[in-house]
């Protein structure tokens, strides 16, 4: 295996999301929030999840299934219609 140059190594040294074997496992996601120091997706859904939680809590879904709306005159205008288009 050979070694970098003098001056790979110092190119290395000023980018080093470039060095060798650095970044292998990274994908750009990581590499960018480290830089800006913001947030990954996985960070932002853990946090609403976690914000969340409370809503959830002070306002449970219903039980029972909610009832379906009456659709019956909208079925009897569907049969009136002459044609698909009225």
Same mark, same amino acid.
């Given at each position: 295996? $050979?070694?970098?140059?003098?001056? @790979?190594?110092?190119?290395?040294?000023? /980018?080093?999301?470039? =060095?060798?074997?650095?970044?292998?496992?990274?994908? !750009? =996601?990581?590499?960018?929030?480290? &830089?800006?120091?913001? !947030?990954?997706?996985?960070? &932002?859904? &853990?946090?609403?999840?976690?914000?969340? =939680? !409370?809503?959830? $809590? &002070? /306002?449970?879904?219903?039980?029972?299934?909610? !009832? @379906?709306?009456d659709l019956s005159p909208c079925h009897a205008a569907l049969d009136a219609a002459m044609t698909p288009t009225k």
């Open positions: 295996m $050979t070694t970098p140059s003098r001056r @790979a190594q110092k190119t290395a040294l000023k /980018h080093p999301d470039f =060095e060798l074997y650095d970044n292998v496992s990274s994908t !750009a =996601e990581p590499i960018h929030t480290s &830089r800006t120091r913001s !947030a990954t997706k996985g960070d &932002r859904y &853990r946090g609403v999840n976690r914000r969340a =939680e !409370a809503f959830r $809590t &002070r /306002h449970p879904m219903p039980v029972h299934a909610l !009832a @379906a709306p």
